[in-house]
């Protein structure tokens, strides 16, 4: 079973608008680590955030912002007013205690494409 | 300070040939792994190591070999390759944070054909 679910598979956006990729995450532990990964048509991958699972603030970041919700198990990625350069795939990822020492668990993505 | 490095960038392979995919870090990291990535699913791990001498097997581990002589580096191995190891490799390395959990540097990654 997956532990980290990314549903969307693919979203395109008219620039300006507000798009949030959802993510879901398993685990049986109650310290983890939630990471969002960007990564642009060059292929490198870009670190955005890293949560703990005893922080549920959600955190904003200029255009970017993340909403935390354990009674879910999700942990959700808005990208407010898009822009062509945001266009790339977003990968979010887990490590747990249960996981291999620092292993981390990665969904299969989300490609996401803004228009210009 | 380099961070991760790996190399090649680009590599056609033909089926059955064999070849090293480098990867040092310069940070010290004790933890290092390496992910291969496909599309549509993600990036999933091959092999890690917890340090040098120290090596196991992560989620798709045929085909692939490692060592670990060294804190700085983790080549990968592909004793004979089979065009299902067309992928683009990402090499990773990882330190404990103050506070809890870890923190990741990932190399730029391999584009590996195999025809």
């Known amino acids: 079973a997956q532990k980290v679910t990314q549903a969307q598979t693919e979203i395109s956006v008219v620039e300006k608008e507000d798009v949030t990729l959802d993510c879901v995450y398993e685990t049986r532990d109650t310290t983890y680590y939630l990471f969002w990964y960007k990564q642009p048509p060059s292929g490198e991958l870009v670190f955005l955030i890293r949560?703990?699972?005893?922080?549920?603030q959600n955190e904003i970041s200029g255009r970017y912002s993340w909403n935390f919700q354990k009674s879910t198990s999700s942990f959700n990625f808005t990208i407010t007013a898009s822009q062509v350069v945001d266009s790339a795939v977003y990968f979010c990822a887990l490590n747990d205690r249960g996981s291999t020492l620092g292993r981390l668990y990665f969904g299969r993505g989300t490609q996401l494409t803004v228009w210009p | 300070n380099a961070g991760v490095t790996q190399t090649p960038k680009f590599q056609v392979l033909k089926t059955g040939q064999s070849m090293t995919l480098q990867c040092a870090q310069d940070?010290?990291?004790?933890?290092m792994s390496w992910y291969r990535q496909d599309p549509g699913m993600g990036l999933r791990l091959i092999h890690y190591?917890?340090?040098?001498?120290?090596?196991d097997q992560g989620e798709v581990p045929n085909g692939y070999n490692v060592s670990r002589s060294t804190t700085e580096d983790f080549p990968l191995r592909l004793l004979s390759a089979a065009p299902s190891q067309t992928s683009v490799y990402f090499c990773?390395?990882?330190?404990?944070?103050?506070?809890?959990?870890?923190?990741?540097?990932f190399g730029s990654g391999t584009r590996l054909t195999v025809v």
């Open positions: 940070m010290n990291h004790e933890y």
């Open positions: 949560r703990n699972s005893f922080d549920e």
């Open positions: 190591s917890v340090g040098a001498g120290i090596t």
């Open positions: 990773a390395s990882s330190f404990t944070q103050t506070g809890g959990g870890y923190g990741y540097t």
